[in-house]
């Protein structure tokens, strides 16, 4: 049973795209460019089945639901391309409250860490440009865990990183596959939803849900 307050939060660890960065409808618009160029059309609607997947587990996805010999190689460096295209032209709006909730944070004395399925070349140059990078006292990146999310590896190598145990952390989420991953660590989970909501079943592991990371500063420290 998930306690109704944490007794002592000693740190936050953040999901990225979706939840820090409103980057994910971008990566949808690069998807659905990208895939008709290859020959398959609206297939941006997969990434409601593939929020907070990392390379690995969208690659088993596309082999698994669209194509045994899905071009994965391919289709990850087109849409890298013209992603960046788009960010360079229009920018990757920083999400509402994101830095209302680093502040608080480092106000309250918490080690703020990352768990971000995005590769770290990615990640590290996405918040630099947002300007967030300097927050970070640990992070942890799709491409240096084993398992991605559901697995709980990410966000235990998250809360080590920060030096903070995981009952005494909170995981701040949008994806499913994410809220299960801090869950299974043993964390605390702030739900704040993207481009989809939590299933049914997902919903006994969240422990707050927020419309946008500036109200999760009240349901942490009241």
Known sequence: ????????????????????????????????????????????DHIYNTVGFN???????????????FPMDKFAQMTREYYYEIADKEGIEVKKGAEELLEAAKEHGCRIGLATSSRQAHAEQSLKRAGLYRYFDGKVFGDTVTEGKPSPEIYLKACESIGVDPENAVALEDAPS??????????????VPDLVQPPEEVKPFIWKQAEHLGQAVELIWG
């Open 178 to 191: 994410g809220v299960r991953s801090a869950y299974a660590a043993g964390m605390r989970v702030i739900v």
């Open 1 to 44: 049973m998930i306690k109704e307050k944490p007794v002592s939060v000693k740190g936050l660890v953040f999901d990225m795209d979706g939840l820090l960065l409103d980057s994910e409808k971008v990566v949808k618009r690069s998807w659905d460019h990208v895939g008709k160029l290859l020959g398959y059309e609206n297939f941006g």
């Open 55 to 69: 390379l690995k587990r969208r690659t088993e996805y596309f082999k698994e639901n669209v194509d045994p010999n």
